[in-house]
Structures are given as structure tokens and as C-alpha cells.
């Protein structure tokens, strides 16, 4: 399991770092989020699929501090809402695909973010856990 000290870590040792692949570290909290989103500025891929602990506070840094993202995978999440997407559509012009988790709450969101984000390729996919 990846923590916060081992995010740092990592995020220290690779400056320039443009993919992280997290999916599964079920421990994972906001606060290595918040780190990611403030150190990692060329991040394009982010995969938190099943990082049951995170939520809107930790996503919504991602977004706020990468601003290359074109890639985010965050499906299994239980605990991010429709104020993710609001962030994604702000913060991140570039993205491309994007597999939040979640059902009908985010239909009303939807074409706001697709607005923004230009250059999206891949919608949002409906995932049931």
C-alpha cells in the first residue's frame, strides 16, 4: 500500500513526473492528492481507480495544480461528487478521457465539463461496483 510519505517520496525523487498509476491502494488519502496536485505541474495520467479513502478535496487539487492532465481514471471512488466535475471542466482543458465513479448524480454535469474540456476524445463511462 502506497502512503502519503511513500506519494512524497516518489513525487521528490521524480520531478518532472507525467504518469502515476495508483489504482488499487485502497489507503491512499487526500493529503498525498494534495501533494501530487502541488508538486507534479506536467502530471498528463492519473489512475485512482478503487482509492477508496479519497475524495472532492484531494481530486479537486489534482486539478487545480494539473493543469496538462489528460487522462484521469478515479472509477470505484465512492467518495467523490458532482463538484469534481465542475473542477475537471475548469482546471483541466487538455483532458481527454476521464472514468470517474458514480451513476445518475453526474448527468446534469455533464455537458458543462464537455464544454470545457475541448479536447475531449473518450466520454464518461458509467461504472457500478
Do not use: M
Amino acid at each position: 500500500q502506497v502512503t502519503k510519505d511513500g506519494i512524497q517520496a516518489l513525487v521528490r525523487g521524480c520531478g518532472g513526473l507525467k504518469a502515476l498509476f495508483l489504482k488499487g491502494c485502497t489507503q491512499l488519502e487526500d493529503e498525498a492528492l494534495k501533494y501530487i496536485g502541488a508538486h507534479c505541474p506536467e502530471l498528463v495520467t492519473l489512475n485512482l481507480q478503487t482509492c477508496l479513502q479519497i475524495t472532492d478535496e484531494g481530486l479537486i487539487t489534482i486539478c487545480r495544480g494539473c493543469h496538462k492532465l489528460q487522462s484521469l481514471c478515479a472509477s470505484g471512488c465512492s467518495n467523490i461528487t458532482d463538484a469534481i466535475l465542475n473542477a475537471l471542466g475548469q482546471n483541466c482543458p487538455r483532458l481527454r478521457s476521464r472514468l470517474p465513479s458514480g451513476g445518475k448524480q453526474y448527468l446534469q454535469f455533464y455537458s458543462s465539463v464537455f464544454f470545457d474540456c475541448i479536447t475531449l476524445k473518450c466520454g464518461i463511462y458509467r461504472t457500478t461496483l
